[in-house]
């Protein structure tokens, strides 16, 4: 049986917009025709999607799930760098012309390279779809880095 992951990066539990609403159906219906279906996402709410779920598609919220727990010291000290940076150079975090990296976001990120390394050493799929380019450029990162070549198909919906 071939195994699909589909990956949301974030916003899937309790959130009902319309990409969520096509991860869940792609899902739903992935399980019917007789794959293995696993549901990704680092969402910082805990609970299930707010689109139903067949009860064989595996959901994994990558915040509780996996990899200890989301919020340590280092994120609070993210969120406080953050606002220290925000607070010297504005809302939109420009400086000279050029972004500020964000330290909050930098945190989200690196978590979710880690701990999305951590369900592919423990599952690697067949196909990966993910939704968006975010996601795509750091499945494949994390594929080239920690596996040394990615799985056969990685496709964006």
Do not use: H, W
Request: aromatic share 14%.
């Amino acid at each position: 049986m071939k195994k699909i992951m589909l990956i949301d990066e974030f916003k899937l539990v309790n959130y009902a917009g319309g990409i969520e609403q096509v991860v869940c159906g792609f899902a739903n219906d992935f399980v019917r025709r007789g794959y293995e279906v696993t549901l990704v996402s680092l969402d910082r709410e805990k609970g299930i999607p707010f689109f139903p779920l067949d009860e064989r598609v595996s959901f994994i919220n990558l915040c509780y799930d996996v990899g200890g727990l989301y919020f340590m010291p280092a994120y609070f000290l993210s969120k406080l760098k953050k606002e220290v940076v925000r607070f010297l150079y504005g809302p939109g975090l420009i400086f000279k012309g050029k972004k500020v990296r964000d330290p909050k976001k930098e945190y989200y990120y690196n978590e979710f390279k880690r701990r999305l390394a951590l369900v592919f050493a423990d599952n690697m799929p067949d196909i990966i779809l993910t939704s968006g380019a975010t996601s795509t450029a750091i499945v494949l990162k994390v594929l080239y880095s920690k596996f040394g070549t990615p799985p056969p198909k990685i496709k964006v919906l």
